[in-house]
């Protein structure tokens, strides 16, 4: 059965603190890994990642993927208080497989 | 604007009825998709629709019906056969099925 399990459930830290969240995945026919965030209500996509490796990143927020290992990291450099929410991971194989989430809190 | 609308927002129904989500995107995606979030779990794949008039199920499919008449609309109904319908529902599109999935605000439906 394909699975996503994230790590950990759930973060509390200060602002100006890094975060990294860990994303593990078994999926038949892995062919990518995305990251959304979502903070009330939809989620919004963050990154989608398909080769081992390659560093994608977006302001403080950056990505990698280890197809070899399966799993895949999120790190949020210097975090604030609007980075608070929950960061879901998804596998897509057959389809896409969802994570149970990681709960960031950034105190100020 | 282009994006995906939900409706309602809040959606409250007594056991034993029938229910229609609302999900609709001007985006011109091909998939659409649609989600059942429940407190710290992940989202859960109900059905999932690549092209008009046609629908898969997905992981959690038994008690809930779709539709895809038009490339825009991919309504859900939740059915008296759904043992546990109460959760915050998303609809999701994209542009073909393996690209980055798009959201709507979702749904929460409450039944009791």
């Known amino acids: 059965e394909d699975k996503v399990v994230q790590s950990p459930l759930s973060l509390v830290v200060h602002e100006g603190d890094t975060v990294t969240l860990n994303c593990s995945y078994e999926?038949?026919?892995?062919?990518?890994l995305l990251w959304y965030k979502q903070e009330k209500k939809a989620p919004t996509f963050l990154f989608m990642l398909t080769s081992s490796g390659i560093e994608k990143k977006s302001g403080r927020l950056s990505s990698i993927l280890d197809k070899k290992e399966l799993f895949s990291i999120l790190n949020i450099t210097a975090t604030q208080t609007g980075d608070s929410a929950v960061y879901l991971c998804?596998?897509?194989?057959?389809?896409?497989?969802f994570g149970p989430g990681t709960r960031l809190s950034v105190l100020p | 604007d282009g994006g995906i609308t939900q409706s309602p927002k809040y959606l409250f129904r007594k056991e034993g009825q029938n229910v229609t989500l609302s999900c609709e995107q001007n985006l011109n995606h091909d998939a659409m998709y649609w989600y059942r979030q429940d407190p710290g779990q992940g989202l859960r794949l109900i059905y999932y629709?690549?092209?008009?008039?046609?629908?898969q199920k997905g992981d959690i499919a038994e008690g809930y019906s779709v539709s895809r008449e038009k490339k825009e609309s991919f309504p859900l109904t939740v059915t008296s056969a759904q043992k546990n319908p109460t959760a915050f529902y998303l609809c999701?599109?994209?542009?073909?099925?393996?690209?980055?999935?798009?959201f709507g605000p979702g749904t929460r439906l409450t039944v009791t």
């Open positions: 629709s690549q092209i008009v008039n046609d629908f």
């Open positions: 998804a596998a897509y194989g057959q389809n896409f497989v």
């Open positions: 999701a599109s994209s542009i073909y099925d393996k690209y980055e999935q798009y």
């Open positions: 999926v038949t026919n892995f062919r990518s």
